[in-house]
């Protein structure tokens, strides 16, 4: 039987090597790369391609999501598993719509783990039961897309002027934008907004 071929992706050196070590002592399992930044992640699978990438959401230079979403234009082939340390319901439903296969919590059993990348690498979809209960029963995101953007400029520290500067806008209609994020989500401010769409999952 062929092994299936991993790419892990994860900026934590001890925790990317206790699961290279993890997924090795597997015989049905091979790591082919290992990286530690969201921007390596289509390079290294081009050059050694994985069937199934494993990737934590918190990358630096480009967060996981986005990696997933780069890595299935670039290589549909390979299929993706995202683990994560924050259960939210609002990032498993960004994964999903990042075309990822799988998202599993960080603490989840080492067995869990290598039992997930067979199914993804099976072509079946592998979601944490408590997190899926949770996205079912959660709030859907009352934000536009447009209004997704500007919130994720400002959680980053960008003033109304910078948005309108990355966005094309002017600084009236990001203010115009602000105002309606802080009504739709019932928040006392723009930091309040910010607050609970992070917490929510519907912004990195």
């Known amino acids: 039987m062929p092994c299936v071929r991993v790419l892990i992706a ?8 206790a699961l290279v070590a993890l997924l090795e002592l597997e015989p049905d399992l091979q790591v082919v790369a290992s ?16 069937d199934v990438a494993i990737i934590d959401i918190d ?29 939210r319901p609002g990032t498993l439903r960004r994964a999903l719509s990042a075309q990822v296969t799988g998202f599993l919590l960080k603490d989840s059993p080492p067995q869990q783990l290598a039992d ?13 039961p408590q997190l899926a209960l949770s996205a079912w029963d ?41 105002t309606a994020i802080v009504t739709k989500l019932g928040a006392r401010n723009r930091i309040d907004a910010i607050r609970i769409s992070e917490e929510a999952g519907w912004i990195p």
């Open 10 to 17: 994860e900026d934590m050196h001890m925790i990317r090597g």
């Open 116 to 128: 997930a990348v067979r199914a993804v690498a099976a072509g079946r979809r592998v979601i944490d």
């Open 59 to 87: 990358l630096p230079g480009v967060d996981g999501l986005t990696a997933a979403a780069d890595l299935h234009v670039q290589l549909p082939s390979c299929r993706t598993l995202i683990l994560t340390s924050l259960g």
């Open 35 to 50: 990286v530690d930044r969201g921007d390596t992640i289509v390079k290294a699978a081009l050059a050694s391609p994985p």
């Open 138 to 178: 959660s709030p859907q995101n009352p934000l536009s897309p447009r209004e997704l953007e500007v919130l994720r400029l400002a959680a980053r520290g960008a003033d109304a002027a910078e948005i309108a500067g990355c966005l094309f806008l002017s600084k009236g209609t990001v203010r115009n934008y602000l």
